[in-house]
Protein backbone atom coordinates (compact mmCIF):
# COMPACT_ATOMS: atom_id res chain seq x y z
CA UNK A 1 0.00 0.00 0.00
CA UNK A 2 1.19 3.44 -1.04
CA UNK A 3 2.30 5.43 1.96
CA UNK A 4 1.72 8.86 2.39
CA UNK A 5 3.51 9.56 5.83
CA UNK A 6 6.18 12.51 6.05
CA UNK A 7 8.63 12.47 8.62
CA UNK A 8 7.63 11.88 12.10
CA UNK A 9 6.29 15.54 13.64
CA UNK A 10 8.51 16.77 16.33
CA UNK A 11 7.42 20.53 16.04
CA UNK A 12 4.92 22.53 15.05
CA UNK A 13 6.77 23.97 12.48
CA UNK A 14 6.68 20.41 10.71
CA UNK A 15 2.75 20.29 11.05
CA UNK A 16 2.91 22.22 7.90
CA UNK A 17 4.32 19.37 5.63
CA UNK A 18 1.80 17.01 7.02
CA UNK A 19 0.53 15.25 4.04
CA UNK A 20 -2.69 13.31 5.96
CA UNK A 21 -4.80 14.21 8.73
CA UNK A 22 -7.88 12.51 10.57
CA UNK A 23 -10.07 15.28 12.06
CA UNK A 24 -12.35 14.11 14.91
CA UNK A 25 -15.16 16.26 15.07
CA UNK A 26 -17.51 15.99 18.50
CA UNK A 27 -21.12 16.04 18.79
CA UNK A 28 -21.35 19.32 21.31
CA UNK A 29 -20.06 21.14 17.55
CA UNK A 30 -23.05 18.76 15.39
CA UNK A 31 -25.88 18.79 17.92
CA UNK A 32 -28.49 20.87 19.06
CA UNK A 33 -31.19 20.26 21.26
CA UNK A 34 -33.44 23.17 19.88
CA UNK A 35 -32.27 22.61 15.80
CA UNK A 36 -31.11 19.14 15.66
CA UNK A 37 -27.49 19.38 13.03
CA UNK A 38 -25.82 22.86 13.57
CA UNK A 39 -25.47 22.99 9.73
CA UNK A 40 -24.07 26.17 9.50
CA UNK A 41 -20.88 25.00 12.12
CA UNK A 42 -20.36 22.14 9.53
CA UNK A 43 -20.48 24.56 6.56
CA UNK A 44 -17.53 26.39 8.76
CA UNK A 45 -15.25 23.23 9.25
CA UNK A 46 -15.99 21.96 5.74
CA UNK A 47 -14.79 24.93 4.38
CA UNK A 48 -11.56 24.61 6.20
CA UNK A 49 -11.06 21.08 5.52
CA UNK A 50 -11.60 21.90 1.79
CA UNK A 51 -9.25 24.06 1.85
CA UNK A 52 -6.45 21.37 3.18
CA UNK A 53 -7.65 19.16 0.30
CA UNK A 54 -6.88 21.51 -2.25
CA UNK A 55 -3.45 22.04 -0.69
CA UNK A 56 -2.65 18.66 -1.69
CA UNK A 57 -3.73 16.95 2.15
CA UNK A 58 -5.48 13.69 2.07
CA UNK A 59 -8.75 14.97 4.97
CA UNK A 60 -10.75 11.84 6.75
CA UNK A 61 -13.33 13.13 9.06
CA UNK A 62 -14.16 10.90 12.07
CA UNK A 63 -17.68 12.20 13.20
CA UNK A 64 -19.71 12.10 15.98
CA UNK A 65 -23.24 12.84 16.02
CA UNK A 66 -25.42 10.20 14.66
CA UNK A 67 -27.32 9.24 18.06
CA UNK A 68 -27.17 12.83 19.52
CA UNK A 69 -29.25 13.66 16.27
CA UNK A 70 -31.39 10.56 16.77
CA UNK A 71 -32.15 11.66 20.25
CA UNK A 72 -33.44 15.15 19.10
CA UNK A 73 -35.21 13.61 16.21
CA UNK A 74 -37.16 10.90 18.56
CA UNK A 75 -37.84 13.27 21.45
CA UNK A 76 -35.37 11.29 23.67
CA UNK A 77 -33.35 14.61 25.28
CA UNK A 78 -32.53 14.31 28.95
CA UNK A 79 -32.56 10.38 29.81
CA UNK A 80 -30.31 7.71 29.98
CA UNK A 81 -31.58 5.60 26.36
CA UNK A 82 -31.46 1.61 26.76
CA UNK A 83 -29.37 -0.34 24.04
CA UNK A 84 -31.59 -0.63 21.72
CA UNK A 85 -32.86 3.14 21.41
CA UNK A 86 -29.24 3.48 20.83
CA UNK A 87 -29.11 1.91 18.00
CA UNK A 88 -32.87 3.47 17.24
CA UNK A 89 -31.15 6.92 17.36
CA UNK A 90 -28.06 6.18 15.25
CA UNK A 91 -30.19 4.76 12.46
CA UNK A 92 -32.23 7.81 12.59
CA UNK A 93 -29.38 10.48 13.14
CA UNK A 94 -27.00 8.87 10.41
CA UNK A 95 -27.98 9.71 7.42
CA UNK A 96 -29.01 13.38 9.09
CA UNK A 97 -25.12 13.21 9.47
CA UNK A 98 -23.85 12.47 5.66
CA UNK A 99 -26.72 14.62 4.39
CA UNK A 100 -25.14 17.47 6.32
CA UNK A 101 -21.60 16.34 4.81
CA UNK A 102 -22.20 15.82 1.33
CA UNK A 103 -23.86 19.18 1.42
CA UNK A 104 -21.43 21.01 3.11
CA UNK A 105 -18.95 19.61 0.60
CA UNK A 106 -20.97 19.74 -2.51
CA UNK A 107 -20.28 23.41 -2.38
CA UNK A 108 -16.47 22.70 -2.89
CA UNK A 109 -17.43 20.12 -5.94
CA UNK A 110 -16.28 17.18 -3.65
CA UNK A 111 -17.74 13.32 -3.15
CA UNK A 112 -18.23 11.55 0.55
CA UNK A 113 -18.15 8.37 1.32
CA UNK A 114 -19.17 6.66 4.16
CA UNK A 115 -17.35 4.47 6.46
CA UNK A 116 -18.93 2.62 9.22
CA UNK A 117 -16.88 0.51 11.59
CA UNK A 118 -16.78 -1.44 14.53
CA UNK A 119 -13.61 -2.96 16.60
CA UNK A 120 -14.60 -6.01 15.18
CA UNK A 121 -13.95 -5.03 11.76
CA UNK A 122 -10.32 -3.89 12.58
CA UNK A 123 -9.45 -6.71 14.99
CA UNK A 124 -9.73 -8.92 11.35
CA UNK A 125 -6.81 -8.30 9.80
CA UNK A 126 -8.41 -8.63 6.64
CA UNK A 127 -11.47 -6.34 7.66
CA UNK A 128 -8.22 -3.80 8.90
CA UNK A 129 -6.42 -4.19 5.40
CA UNK A 130 -9.74 -3.15 3.39
CA UNK A 131 -10.77 -0.46 5.57
CA UNK A 132 -6.77 1.21 4.59
CA UNK A 133 -7.39 -0.04 0.90
CA UNK A 134 -10.58 1.45 0.53
CA UNK A 135 -9.51 4.60 2.11
CA UNK A 136 -6.52 4.83 -0.28
CA UNK A 137 -8.96 4.22 -3.44
CA UNK A 138 -11.35 6.90 -1.94
CA UNK A 139 -8.14 9.53 -1.86
CA UNK A 140 -7.24 8.78 -5.46
CA UNK A 141 -10.62 9.55 -6.69
CA UNK A 142 -11.04 12.78 -4.42
CA UNK A 143 -13.96 11.49 -2.19
CA UNK A 144 -13.98 12.16 1.55
CA UNK A 145 -13.94 9.49 3.68
CA UNK A 146 -16.76 10.19 6.49
CA UNK A 147 -15.99 7.56 9.54
CA UNK A 148 -18.60 6.82 12.26
CA UNK A 149 -19.07 3.55 14.80
CA UNK A 150 -21.80 1.40 13.36
CA UNK A 151 -24.22 2.14 16.35
CA UNK A 152 -26.89 0.61 14.87
CA UNK A 153 -25.45 -3.14 15.28
CA UNK A 154 -22.76 -2.03 17.79
CA UNK A 155 -22.74 -3.54 21.50
CA UNK A 156 -20.13 -3.84 24.42
CA UNK A 157 -17.90 -6.27 23.31
CA UNK A 158 -17.36 -4.57 19.82
CA UNK A 159 -17.35 -0.59 20.59
CA UNK A 160 -14.54 1.46 20.64
CA UNK A 161 -15.62 3.45 23.18
CA UNK A 162 -16.17 6.93 21.90
CA UNK A 163 -15.07 8.72 18.44
CA UNK A 164 -11.58 9.78 20.00
CA UNK A 165 -10.51 6.18 20.02
CA UNK A 166 -11.84 5.33 17.05
CA UNK A 167 -10.44 8.63 15.56
CA UNK A 168 -6.89 7.33 17.01
CA UNK A 169 -7.04 3.95 15.06
CA UNK A 170 -8.75 5.18 12.15
CA UNK A 171 -5.14 7.45 11.73
CA UNK A 172 -2.94 4.04 12.30
CA UNK A 173 -5.26 2.65 9.66
CA UNK A 174 -4.75 5.19 6.98
CA UNK A 175 -1.21 5.67 8.26
CA UNK A 176 -1.70 9.65 9.04
CA UNK A 177 0.96 12.29 9.78
CA UNK A 178 -1.54 14.01 12.18
CA UNK A 179 -4.72 13.23 14.44
CA UNK A 180 -6.63 16.50 15.09
CA UNK A 181 -9.69 16.41 17.70
CA UNK A 182 -12.15 19.59 17.29
CA UNK A 183 -13.71 20.11 20.68
CA UNK A 184 -15.65 22.82 22.63
CA UNK A 185 -12.69 23.31 24.24
CA UNK A 186 -8.92 25.09 22.83
CA UNK A 187 -6.59 22.15 24.36
CA UNK A 188 -5.37 21.13 27.37
CA UNK A 189 -5.55 23.40 30.18
CA UNK A 190 -3.37 22.65 33.46
CA UNK A 191 -6.53 23.10 35.55
CA UNK A 192 -9.97 23.49 34.56
CA UNK A 193 -10.85 26.61 32.70
CA UNK A 194 -14.52 26.58 33.69
CA UNK A 195 -13.98 27.36 37.34
CA UNK A 196 -9.97 28.88 37.31
CA UNK A 197 -9.80 31.98 35.97
CA UNK A 198 -5.63 31.42 35.81
CA UNK A 199 -6.00 28.42 34.17
CA UNK A 200 -3.24 28.01 31.23
CA UNK A 201 -3.18 26.24 27.70
CA UNK A 202 -0.62 23.74 27.23
CA UNK A 203 0.41 24.21 23.77
CA UNK A 204 2.90 21.21 23.50
CA UNK A 205 3.15 17.80 24.72
CA UNK A 206 6.65 16.16 23.80
CA UNK A 207 5.89 13.09 26.09
CA UNK A 208 2.24 12.06 27.62
CA UNK A 209 2.39 11.20 31.34
CA UNK A 210 0.82 10.98 34.84
CA UNK A 211 0.72 14.28 35.37
CA UNK A 212 -1.35 15.69 31.85
CA UNK A 213 -3.47 13.06 32.77
CA UNK A 214 -3.96 14.69 35.69
CA UNK A 215 -5.76 17.69 34.30
CA UNK A 216 -8.16 15.92 32.67
CA UNK A 217 -12.01 16.20 33.63
CA UNK A 218 -14.87 14.78 33.02
CA UNK A 219 -16.95 15.19 29.73
CA UNK A 220 -17.94 19.07 29.40
CA UNK A 221 -21.52 17.68 27.02
CA UNK A 222 -24.25 16.49 27.42
CA UNK A 223 -24.42 15.63 24.00
CA UNK A 224 -20.69 13.80 24.21
CA UNK A 225 -19.43 10.31 25.44
CA UNK A 226 -15.76 11.46 25.46
CA UNK A 227 -14.45 14.22 27.57
CA UNK A 228 -10.72 15.41 27.81
CA UNK A 229 -9.45 11.86 29.24
CA UNK A 230 -10.48 9.87 26.18
CA UNK A 231 -8.73 12.30 24.36
CA UNK A 232 -5.78 12.06 26.13
CA UNK A 233 -6.16 8.43 25.86
CA UNK A 234 -6.42 8.73 21.87
CA UNK A 235 -3.39 11.11 21.91
CA UNK A 236 -1.66 8.13 23.62
CA UNK A 237 -2.37 5.67 20.98
CA UNK A 238 -1.94 7.70 18.15
CA UNK A 239 1.36 9.11 19.04
CA UNK A 240 2.89 5.74 20.13
CA UNK A 241 2.22 4.84 16.23
CA UNK A 242 4.16 8.00 14.92
CA UNK A 243 1.31 9.75 14.39
CA UNK A 244 1.17 13.36 16.04
CA UNK A 245 -2.22 14.64 17.83
CA UNK A 246 -3.86 18.15 18.54
CA UNK A 247 -6.94 19.43 20.49
CA UNK A 248 -8.20 22.20 19.34
CA UNK A 249 -11.66 24.30 19.47
CA UNK A 250 -13.93 23.93 16.69
CA UNK A 251 -15.83 26.35 17.73
CA UNK A 252 -12.83 29.14 16.85
CA UNK A 253 -13.20 29.83 13.26
CA UNK A 254 -9.87 29.60 11.35
CA UNK A 255 -8.12 27.52 14.28
CA UNK A 256 -7.60 24.19 12.06
CA UNK A 257 -6.27 26.93 9.32
CA UNK A 258 -4.13 28.40 12.16
CA UNK A 259 -3.23 25.06 13.57
CA UNK A 260 -1.93 23.69 9.88
CA UNK A 261 0.17 26.24 9.36
CA UNK A 262 2.59 25.95 12.42
CA UNK A 263 0.61 28.52 14.45
CA UNK A 264 0.54 28.40 18.68
CA UNK A 265 -3.37 26.58 18.56
CA UNK A 266 -4.46 24.24 21.01
CA UNK A 267 -2.51 21.17 22.85
CA UNK A 268 -0.30 19.57 19.99
CA UNK A 269 1.23 16.06 21.09
CA UNK A 270 4.31 15.23 19.58
CA UNK A 271 4.99 12.01 17.76
CA UNK A 272 6.58 9.31 20.13
CA UNK A 273 10.08 8.14 19.49
CA UNK A 274 9.80 4.91 19.93
CA UNK A 275 7.58 4.18 17.30
CA UNK A 276 5.56 1.12 16.96
CA UNK A 277 4.66 -0.65 13.51
CA UNK A 278 1.73 -0.32 12.69
CA UNK A 279 1.15 -4.19 13.07
CA UNK A 280 2.13 -4.14 16.58
CA UNK A 281 0.03 -1.29 17.42
CA UNK A 282 -2.67 -3.36 15.95
CA UNK A 283 -2.01 -5.92 18.30
CA UNK A 284 -1.58 -4.18 21.55
CA UNK A 285 -4.59 -1.68 20.41
CA UNK A 286 -6.62 -2.95 18.71
CA UNK A 287 -6.72 -7.31 19.23
CA UNK A 288 -8.68 -8.98 22.32
CA UNK A 289 -6.57 -11.65 23.70
CA UNK A 290 -8.72 -14.81 23.21
CA UNK A 291 -6.19 -16.90 25.61
CA UNK A 292 -2.96 -17.24 27.72
CA UNK A 293 0.44 -18.84 27.33
CA UNK A 294 2.16 -19.53 30.91
CA UNK A 295 5.95 -19.89 30.42
CA UNK A 296 9.15 -20.56 32.29
CA UNK A 297 11.47 -18.55 33.71
CA UNK A 298 13.85 -18.98 30.66
CA UNK A 299 11.40 -18.69 28.25
CA UNK A 300 10.45 -15.34 29.83
CA UNK A 301 14.07 -14.09 30.04
CA UNK A 302 14.39 -15.33 26.26
CA UNK A 303 11.71 -12.53 25.45
CA UNK A 304 12.60 -9.78 28.12
CA UNK A 305 16.06 -9.70 27.78
CA UNK A 306 17.39 -11.61 24.33
CA UNK A 307 14.34 -10.57 22.17
CA UNK A 308 13.75 -13.87 21.02
CA UNK A 309 10.28 -15.93 19.54
CA UNK A 310 8.59 -17.82 22.05
CA UNK A 311 9.34 -21.85 21.82
CA UNK A 312 6.87 -24.22 22.40
CA UNK A 313 9.59 -26.15 25.01
CA UNK A 314 9.81 -23.00 27.13
CA UNK A 315 5.68 -23.64 27.09
CA UNK A 316 4.14 -24.56 30.73
CA UNK A 317 0.38 -24.23 29.88
CA UNK A 318 -2.67 -22.83 28.07
CA UNK A 319 -6.02 -21.41 28.78
CA UNK A 320 -8.46 -20.93 26.88
CA UNK A 321 -9.87 -21.61 23.40
CA UNK A 322 -7.99 -20.04 20.31
CA UNK A 323 -7.42 -20.43 16.99
CA UNK A 324 -3.92 -19.70 14.65
CA UNK A 325 -3.68 -16.15 14.03
CA UNK A 326 -5.43 -15.29 17.19
CA UNK A 327 -4.20 -12.76 19.70
CA UNK A 328 -3.02 -14.17 23.10
CA UNK A 329 -1.02 -12.84 26.38
CA UNK A 330 1.83 -14.55 27.55
CA UNK A 331 2.29 -14.56 31.31
CA UNK A 332 5.67 -15.30 33.40
CA UNK A 333 5.51 -15.61 37.10
CA UNK A 334 5.36 -11.97 37.66
CA UNK A 335 1.92 -11.62 35.59
CA UNK A 336 1.33 -10.86 31.49
CA UNK A 337 4.97 -9.50 30.18
CA UNK A 338 3.65 -9.94 26.31
CA UNK A 339 1.10 -10.35 24.01
CA UNK A 340 1.20 -11.88 20.47
CA UNK A 341 -0.36 -13.72 17.12
CA UNK A 342 -0.30 -17.43 17.83
CA UNK A 343 0.80 -19.62 15.25
CA UNK A 344 -0.88 -22.77 16.38
CA UNK A 345 -4.31 -23.48 17.92
CA UNK A 346 -4.74 -23.85 21.48
CA UNK A 347 -5.28 -27.65 21.24
CA UNK A 348 -2.17 -28.03 18.86
CA UNK A 349 -0.51 -26.10 22.00
CA UNK A 350 -1.34 -28.24 24.52
CA UNK A 351 -0.11 -30.98 22.28
CA UNK A 352 3.14 -29.49 21.59
CA UNK A 353 3.71 -27.56 24.62
CA UNK A 354 7.11 -28.69 26.71
CA UNK A 355 8.66 -29.99 23.40
CA UNK A 356 11.77 -29.24 21.42
CA UNK A 357 10.67 -27.44 17.94
CA UNK A 358 12.12 -30.54 16.35
CA UNK A 359 9.66 -32.58 17.93
CA UNK A 360 6.61 -30.65 16.43
CA UNK A 361 5.95 -32.52 13.06
CA UNK A 362 6.28 -35.59 15.09
CA UNK A 363 3.20 -35.15 17.17
CA UNK A 364 1.08 -32.82 14.82
CA UNK A 365 1.58 -34.85 11.60
CA UNK A 366 2.94 -31.30 10.31
CA UNK A 367 5.38 -28.34 11.19
CA UNK A 368 4.21 -24.72 9.78
CA UNK A 369 6.81 -22.98 12.29
CA UNK A 370 9.63 -23.50 14.75
CA UNK A 371 8.16 -20.81 17.45
CA UNK A 372 4.80 -20.41 18.79
CA UNK A 373 4.90 -16.96 18.08
CA UNK A 374 7.21 -15.22 16.33
CA UNK A 375 9.10 -12.12 17.62
CA UNK A 376 7.51 -9.86 14.68
CA UNK A 377 4.62 -10.81 16.20
CA UNK A 378 4.97 -10.40 20.06
CA UNK A 379 4.75 -7.30 22.24
CA UNK A 380 6.01 -6.74 25.37
CA UNK A 381 4.14 -5.16 27.98
CA UNK A 382 7.02 -2.75 28.97
CA UNK A 383 6.17 -1.27 25.15
CA UNK A 384 2.48 -0.45 25.44
Known amino acids: MKSSRSEMIQSRADLTCARRVVVKIGSS????????ICQDVIDRLVDDLAGLMTGGIDVVVVTSGAVALGRVDCDWLGREL?????????AIGQPKLMSAYAKAFARHDRSV?????TKDDLRNRRRYLNASNTSETLFSVGAVPIVNENDTVVVSEIKF????????LVSMVIDADLLVMLTDVEGLFDKNPCTHADAKRVGIVAHLDEEHVAMAGGASSSFGTGGMASKLSAARVATKSGVAAAIISGQKPGALRNLMSGGDEGTLFLCGVDRQ??????????????????????AAKALLKQ?????????VSVEGVFDKGDCVEIVGSDGVIARGLCNYTAEEMRLIMGHASGDIESILGFHD??????????????DV
Open 29 to 36: LLADADEG
Open 369 to 382: FTSVIHRDNLVLTS
Open 113 to 117: AQMLL
Open 161 to 168: GDNDSLGA
Open 82 to 90: SVHEKQAAA
Open 277 to 298: TRRKHWITEVLHPAGEILVDAG
Open 307 to 315: GGSLLPIGV
